[in-house]
């Protein structure tokens, strides 16, 4: 992308625009000019999105744009708050609507593993997700309830983006530990639910972060 030109940024899943606003500040101190575009479902979340030129309210598996009308897109942590199937869908529109393409982290089960075998073994992998559906059921800690959520593995998304003919490139993946403590500082949490979480998670408390371009 020129540095002379306005790069057309779009940020899926924005929420209150933290990611934005740290890869616009990011882009402008590299000496590009950006028009940003916030995209979420949340309205509530939108009108606190301070970072967006342009902000849409919208399900990110049908999105209210053309075709390669932005040119970079970025999402973080947006894909497991979907359905399998609609985790696809929302893979074809990043592809459809960026004209250069779209960075894209997202989390993935991290079930028991051993030093030849990052990617642990399928009965791990269902404990964990078993784990995570007690955890996000919301009977043990209600405000933590969501309708919709699938933690798909980096197998499953590649899989996803090889059938939709989506170009990918993998940048990055690392084991992230603790996850309970994530839960306890963003739901600001309290002592009795902070323990849950912990009980809940047990030897389950780690996730695989992964970091993909899509073209």
Same mark, same amino acid.
């Given at each position: ?11 899926? !899943?924005?929420?209150? !625009? ?38 849409? #309210? ?19 942590? #947006? ?5 399998? &199937? ?71 998304? &590649? ?57």
């Amino acid at each position: 992308l020129p540095r002379e030109s306005l790069c057309q940024l779009v940020d899926f !899943g924005s929420f209150k !625009g933290e990611l934005l606003s740290s890869v616009v500040t990011e882009m402008s101190r590299r000496g590009y000019r950006c028009k940003s575009t916030a995209i979420d479902r949340l309205s509530d979340a939108l009108n606190e999105n301070q970072f967006a030129d342009e902000k849409i #309210v919208s399900d990110l598996s049908d999105i209210p744009l053309d075709d390669d009308s932005r040119d970079v897109g970025i999402s973080r942590y #947006v894909l497991h708050w979907n359905s399998l &199937e609609n985790q696809q869908n929302i893979l074809k529109e990043f592809s459809r609507v960026c004209k250069y393409g779209t960075v894209i982290q997202h989390v993935s089960p991290a079930p028991p593993m051993d030093y030849f075998n990052l990617r642990g073994n399928q009965e791990g992998l269902q404990e964990w997700r078993k784990a995570m559906h007690n955890l996000l059921g919301g009977e043990s800690i209600p405000r933590l309830k969501r309708e919709e959520f699938y933690f798909s593995t980096r197998e499953e998304l &590649e899989d996803m983006m090889a059938r939709g003919n989506i170009n990918y490139r993998l940048l990055d993946e690392e084991v992230v530990r603790d996850v309970s403590d994530v839960f306890i500082r963003r739901y600001i949490l309290n002592d009795e639910e902070s323990k849950k979480v912990k009980s809940i998670l047990n030897k389950r408390d780690s996730v695989i972060k992964s970091t993909w371009i899509l073209s």
